[in-house]
T-cell receptor, first 115, second 110 residues
């Protein structure tokens, strides 16, 4: 079975540019999560979806960040305009339905560098 | 106080040694617990779930102590390939909020 698929693997962009990160969850998983990882703050939850509906976006840093899930097999995380402090590794993860006792399955991440 | 706390390490141990990590959590409503392993520049991967009665998977043993609000991971007969960062993950009951610790770095030395 294919795991969680993210693209691109690496993104280098200049400050002010729009960045779009993509994720395809594992088929049949109803929950999709976006995390950001930095050395200083570790893994932080940005937003998660259940059945394509955003449930909790309290971790989204500010209005420059937005996420969508137009269907069960695709999600995007967009940063517009990007800033150097957005540089991090962004992970997408998915999980089957349940009561939170199912582990998360991570994609291999997008390493974002904003110069 | 952080919701999930881990000793960042690094723990430097010789091959064949036994090493243990603890992780404390602050929310008593926490219901599900996991250990993940993360290699440098890679994604976190599930190592094992942690069950109330404790559980073992080969050289790895996980324990949960609800009264003291901590979980532990014991690695026996350490291998060079065990070198990684080990992340403690706690799920708040009734939600899909997974809280990650910042990880404990393990280096197994030849």
């Amino acid at each position: 079975d294919a795991g969680v698929i993210q693209s691109p693997r690496h993104e280098v962009t200049e400050m002010g540019q729009e960045v779009t990160l993509r994720c395809k969850p594992i088929s049949g998983h109803d929950y999709l999560f976006w995390y950001r990882q930095t050395m200083m703050r570790g893994l932080e939850l940005l937003i998660y979806f259940n059945n394509n509906v955003p449930i909790d976006d309290s971790g989204m840093p500010e209005d420059r960040f937005s996420a969508k899930m137009p269907n069960a097999s695709f999600s995007t995380l967009k940063i517009q305009p990007s800033e150097p402090r957005d540089s991090a590794v962004y992970f997408c993860a998915s999980s089957p339905s349940g009561q939170g006792n199912s582990p998360l399955h991570f994609g291999n991440g997008t390493r974002l560098t904003v110069t | 106080r952080k919701e999930v706390e881990q000793d960042p390490g690094p723990f430097n141990v010789p091959e064949g040694a036994t090493v243990a990590f603890n992780c404390t959590y602050s929310n008593s409503a926490s219901q599900s617990f996991f250990w993940y392993r993360q290699d440098c520049r890679k994604e976190p991967k599930l190592l094992m779930s942690v069950y109330s009665s404790g559980n073992e998977d080969g050289r790895f043993t996980a324990q949960l102590n609800r009264a003291s609000q901590y979980i532990s991971l014991l690695i026996r007969d350490s291998k060079l390939s065990d070198s990684a960062t080990y992340l403690c993950v706690v799920n708040i009951g009734g939600t899909y909020k997974y809280i990650f610790g910042t990880g404990t770095r393990l280096k197994v030395l030849a």
